[in-house]
């Protein structure tokens, strides 16, 4: 059998029109926009002027801890009574006892916002236990 090559040539506009509505969907598309609520408080922390208060939650634990956010923006992270396996973690050294069970947690790169700090801390808490 022998192929001939006629070329090549421009799909009919009603083709390139019924495969246009079959790929794209017959309406045009709509953005949609994240909800703009910020991370503490979709975890439910709740905010008294410049303090926060809630739990840093984790599929292993939560821990109770509240946050003092400073005029210029910086903010100090608080944690409630550190399970063993954050004590066993290579960041013990990065909390600083502040009386009462509290520790205060100092962190090399500061958080650029509150919710930031609590999801650094989280990630923190995570890997003490699956270590």
């Given at each position: 059998?022998?192929?001939?090559?006629?070329?090549?040539?421009?799909?009919?506009?009603?083709?390139?029109?019924?495969?246009?509505?079959?790929?794209?969907?017959?309406?045009?598309?709509?953005?949609v926009e994240r909800?703009?609520?910020?991370?503490?408080?979709?975890?439910?922390?709740?905010?008294?002027?410049?303090?926060?208060?809630?739990?840093?939650?984790?599929?292993?634990?939560?821990?109770?801890?509240?946050?003092?956010?400073?005029?210029?923006?910086?903010?100090?992270?608080?944690?409630?009574?550190?399970?063993?396996?954050?004590?066993?973690?290579?960041?013990?050294?990065?909390?600083?006892?502040?009386?009462?069970?509290?520790?205060?947690?100092?962190?090399?790169?500061?958080?650029?916002?509150?919710?930031?700090?609590?999801?650094?801390?989280?990630?923190?808490?995570?890997?003490?236990?699956?270590?």
């Open positions: 059998m022998r192929v001939k090559n006629l070329g090549s040539r421009p799909a009919p506009a009603s083709l390139l029109q019924l495969f246009g509505n079959v790929m794209r969907g017959q309406r045009p598309s709509t953005t909800r703009q609520i910020p991370y503490w408080q979709e975890l439910g922390w709740r905010r008294n002027g410049n303090i926060y208060e809630g739990a840093y939650q984790t599929p292993y634990a939560a821990f109770q801890g509240w946050i003092e956010q400073e005029l210029s923006g910086r903010a100090s992270f608080y944690l409630y009574q550190p399970s063993d396996e954050i004590r066993r973690h290579s960041h013990w050294t990065c909390f600083q006892h502040r009386g009462n069970d509290w520790y205060l947690i100092h962190m090399a790169k500061e958080p650029r916002d509150v919710g930031s700090g609590i999801i650094t801390i989280e990630r923190l808490i995570t890997e003490a236990y699956q270590q």
